[in-house]
């Protein structure tokens, strides 16, 4: 933390509404840093290293990847925090794990998995990522998962449909009280949008599969192109390229947090319960910048995720996780010993629902070779132990 003291709208350490399971507080910590220090320590933030972004890992070793997305959202969201005088520890663990539900192969992964769990309630990666740091890490010896805060748990499940809030206790009641996340939840999302579409724009380029001739036609793009030309008209497409980028998340943040600041002002919450209850977010953007930024997006949707080389790779994806799932479905014996224990257990439990949410957690912790490699081993019976 900075030394500027804390908003009363802020989350506190002090008045935290504690974890699943209780235990001493730190002596040289607060509880958010604990929260953020067990995430970076966690084997599924270091798999984030090797899963997509949008372009698979072995494309090309400067493509973003989830991990280097969650750095990044961090960096973004922090910066923010720091200027609304809310609690940096909390906003940074929230973005480092607001993705270590996530697939391998992206959207394509988490797509193709939610249509094999069709039958079994389906699969999305935001349940996933609290799924994983309350049950699936095993690192500690008195509890499952990692422990964390309510406050970070809170931050990390964005969305929530009703039938499965009502399973996940005080974490799932917002969305059955149709009330708003902390502050530095909030945050995080937006800065998660923010990194999300511009370092796409980034990514997109270098890959050639957009050009600066397209986005000229996107006003977010277009406006900082001609500023940076017209100051450095000499300046080579690289250079051009990050300094176009760096001041369209500059301006995105600029107006995020003077947006955020009049909403709050008017608000006036006098505490993070105040915010909870506020009848709709207080960080966003001004009507512009949103229709701005959705302008972006919906170009990204269209040029590049919907790109044939990016459609190629959600085919192979497809292929992928449909083997993997329908193999692992029929002979748990193919899945490492302690994870056929849990496919039993979960069997024993709820049935073919419970060795199919078994097999769906084995699969979405996988990296990207990982589940190329496990493809080619189940696709060549020959090559099985």
Known sequence: ?????????????????????????????????????????STAFRRLEYKTQVFVNHEGDLFRTRLTHSLEVAQIARSIARV???????????????????TPFGHAGQDALNRCLSAFGGFEHNLQSLRVVDKLECRYAEFDGLNLTFETREGILKHCPLSIARELGDVGRRFLE?????????????????????????????????????????????????????????????RTRHEVIRRMINRLVCDLVDTSLARIRDADPGGPDDVRAWPAPLIGFSDGMRGESLELKRFLREHLYRHEQVA??????????????????????????????????????????????????????????????????????????
């Open 312 to 385: 190629h790779m959600t085919r192979k994806a497809d292929r992928i996780i449909d083997l993997l799932f329908a193999a692992y479905m029929e002979d748990i014996r193919l899945l490492p010993a302690e994870h056929q224990t849990q496919a039993q257990r979960f069997a024993a439990q709820h049935g073919e629902a419970g060795r199919a949410r078994a097999v769906a957690d084995y699969i979405a912790g996988m990296t990207d070779r990982f589940a190329i490699a496990e493809y080619a081993r189940l696709s060549h019976p020959e090559t099985l132990p």
């Open 178 to 238: 149709r009330r708003q996340p902390a502050l530095e939840a909030q945050v995080t999302n937006l800065a998660d949008e923010i990194a999300y579409n511009n370092h796409d724009v980034d990514d997109g380029i270098r890959a050639g599969l957009i050009s600066i001739e397209q986005l000229m036609d996107i006003t977010l793009f277009r406006r900082e192109y001609d500023t940076v030309h017209a100051r450095y008209p000499a300046l080579d497409e690289k």
């Open 84 to 102: 609304l005088r809310l609690h940096e520890d909390l906003t940074e663990a929230i973005a480092l794990a607001h993705d270590l539900g996530h």
């Open 1 to 41: 933390m900075n030394d500027t003291p804390l908003a009363p709208y802020a989350a506190s350490d002090a008045t935290s509404r504690g974890r699943l399971h209780a235990e001493p507080a730190p002596r040289y910590r607060g509880a958010y840093q604990r929260d953020r220090d067990r995430i970076v320590h």
